[in-house]
């Protein structure tokens, strides 16, 4: 298994969930329009929270696969980091996998609901009247992204199980420990104090 294919995944997936967060930030910006247009002028665009519920799904779609490599899920370790090391690798891939499973299974028939609007040509039934197939196919786009990069992470576990990379095999798929949590914390800190005005450069 080739690390490239990993790294080129992690990549997409922020890029991913910077498109997410755009989304976001722009649903946020049309719903506080529709709401001063609302209370000061008594008219409405009409479709803001049409739009906001497809941002919202479309946006957590492709913000899963973020937070999967940066280990964002959240996973009970209280009995984990009691098993002895075997043991954590092994729930490490039966954790993945079960995982895996799941989305396949969402993907598929999310993948059916967007098919069935396609062919159907269905749309909502709201003023915007919007076909549901655009935004059923943005979201599907972030789940089978998600199951990919699930099946990535539990191959590059066992191909460096396999080759006894035991330390590659903890930083794919093992449970952040608080070091890395505070590292991580402590790299962010110091990225916004250096983009502050007067930070160091």
Known sequence: MN?????????????????GGLILLLTSILI?????LRKVFTVSMGGADEISSYAMAISCSFGFSYALFQKAHIRIDVLYNKCPQVIKYVLDILSLTLLGLYMIVLSYFGFIVFWTSFVKDSTANTPLHTPLWIPQLIWVIGLSGFAISIILILAGTIYS???KDFKTAGMLSGVATLKDEIEKETAVSDTLDMAAPGGEK
């Not at 690390?3 to 498109?19: D, E, G, T, Y």
């Not at 506080?32 to 001063?36: F, G, L, P, T, Y």
């Open 161 to 163: 199980l396999v080759k």
């Open 3 to 19: 690390n490239r294919f990993i790294s080129k995944a992690q990549r997409l997936s922020q890029v991913a969930a910077w498109v």
């Open 32 to 36: 506080a329009i529709e709401v001063v």
